[in-house]
Every structure is written in C-alpha cells, then in structure tokens.
C-alpha cells in the first residue's frame, strides 16, 4: 500500500513568518512530487512540482526534495493570511498513466 | 487562462439511481483523470483516461462506475446504481503530459 504522510496540523504561523510543511512517502520508485493548496470547499489548487533532488524556487514557495530519505517539503516565505489553507502533497503512484496519491494534508493558518 | 470545467456543482439524488457527473478538460490535455473526496478525508484516484481508453483504475472503480468521452470536448463519470457511501466530492483534472495535474471545481454529490 502506497501512502503519503503528512501531519495534519494545524500549523499557525504569524504574518511575515516562513511556513514549513513536510511530507513523506513510502515508494522508492515515485518520481513526481507535487505540492496542491486547497481552500476550504474548494478543489485543489497547483503550486509547485519538483522532480528531482534539491529546492525549487517560485515567488514566495519552495519545495525541497530528498528522494534517499522520501521526504519532500514545502517552504512558503512571508506568509500571508491568504495563505491560510490546507496543503495537499501528492505522489505519482507509479503507474504508466500518473495517477496521483494524496496525503491527508496540513492545515495552515496564518495569523495577522 | 485555461481552466477545467464541470457539471453540475451539486448533484442531489437517491439511493440506487443513476448520475452521469460531467467534465470539460483543458483543450489541449490529452490525459484525463476522476477522482474523489469524501468530506474531511484526503483525494482518492478513481481513474484514468487516454487515447479514449481506461489506462488505470482504482479498486474504488468498480463495476458501477464507467467514464466515457462522447465527444472531443466532454469526460463524464457515471455511476450506475448509487449507494450512501457514493456521497462525495468528484473532481475532474487533466494533463498535458504525465505530470501536472490541474482540477476541476468538482461536483459535489450527495446520496439520500
């Protein structure tokens, strides 16, 4: 059984702070990583994909991947209250057409 | 920018009866994808379409689901015979390649 985890939080950060999310997967063999935001009754949203090792960088958002230790991170500089949302992270399942496996998410809110 | 479409945002209906939940894809994606929420608990992958054939499916989709594209534009979800466990947010996304998914703003189906 392939899983994703991430801790639900919530994590509250102040206003201008760095968020830091985490998340850990269980197959080796995955190779896309995607971070998604996803506001209360709404759908997911795409933020950052990372591919390989190393950091990402995209305005305000980084993601970090470790593949030796199956961790992949997301960093989000001066945050803002809009960023107050649960932050999916999704695996490719390793199948030949990418579906994609979903962790629990961690709910964020950012204070102001 | 271009963007996932899908209908109807709610769908309402009872126990045992059929609903065909619909989807317009990116226009130039060719990889399609259905997948679920059930409220408070993470995305599931239901399924996945290319080249107007299932590549992948879930063991959540089983014989009383199907996906169909009638026509060049439309992805639709039926489900045949609904049950309560059925209640859920469908989500429709596609991709360009086997990568990066963007969603739809689901349909929310509710089972009485």
């Known amino acids: 059984q392939k899983e994703v985890e991430q801790n639900s939080g919530p994590l509250s950060v102040p206003e201008g702070a760095i968020a830091s999310l985490n998340c850990t997967y269980s197959d080796r063999v995955s190779q896309s990583f995607f971070w998604y935001r996803q506001y209360s009754g709404k759908s997911p949203e795409l933020i950052m994909s990372?591919?390989?090792?190393g950091d990402k960088e995209d305005g305000r958002f980084t993601a970090q991947l470790n593949k030796a230790s199956q961790y992949v991170s997301l960093l989000i500089r001066d945050s803002q209250p809009s960023d107050s949302a649960t932050y999916l992270c999704a695996v490719n399942g390793g199948g030949s057409q990418g579906n994609l496996i979903f962790g629990k998410g961690t709910k964020l809110s950012v204070k102001p | 920018e271009p963007e996932v479409t899908q209908t109807p945002s709610h769908q309402v209906t009872q126990m045992g009866q059929e609903v065909i939940l619909r989807c317009v894809p990116i226009s130039n994606h060719l990889y399609f994808y259905w997948y679920r929420q059930i409220l408070g608990q993470k995305v599931e992958f239901l399924v996945s379409f290319y080249n107007n054939e299932i590549s992948e499916k879930s063991e959540i989709f089983d014989d009383q689901f199907s996906v169909e594209r009638p026509d060049g534009s439309n992805f639709t979800l039926k489900i045949r015979s609904t049950k309560l466990e059925d209640s859920a947010m469908y989500f429709c996304?596609?991709?360009?390649?086997?990568?990066?998914?963007?969603f739809g703003p689901g349909t929310r189906l509710t089972v009485t």
């Open positions: 990372i591919y390989s090792n």
């Open positions: 996304a596609s991709s360009s390649l086997l990568y990066e998914q963007y």
